[in-house]
């Protein structure tokens, strides 16, 4: 099915539930603002299992995925824009 089809409507029928939830497009606040579990995986093996604030050795569990570029300020939740970070450095950004 084409997109078209999905936002005009099959055959001319309005669609009365969009398959996106609610009575109107998408809008951008719809973003993944998360990394999926294997890409925090991917970006922890990057960081070499470490703090990128200060290089000292962390857990898997206690990583936290920072943003070099805020989802506030137009960031994308994406592996170019995410840092490996432990809990402290994380929320001193």
Not at 8 to 24: C, M, Q, R, V, Y
């Amino acid at each position: 099915m084409r997109d078209k089809d999905i936002i005009d409507g099959i055959l001319g029928e309005p669609i009365k539930h969009p398959p996106w939830g609610g009575n109107s497009k998408p809008t951008g606040s719809n973003k993944k603002r998360t990394l999926g579990s294997r890409e925090k995986q991917i970006l922890y093996d990057r960081a070499k299992h470490r703090c990128e604030a200060t290089g000292h050795k962390i857990d898997f569990s206690e990583m936290q995925v920072g943003h070099k570029n805020p989802h506030s300020k137009g960031g994308s939740a994406t592996l170019r824009n995410s840092v490996c970070l432990c809990y402290k450095h994380n929320k001193l950004q």
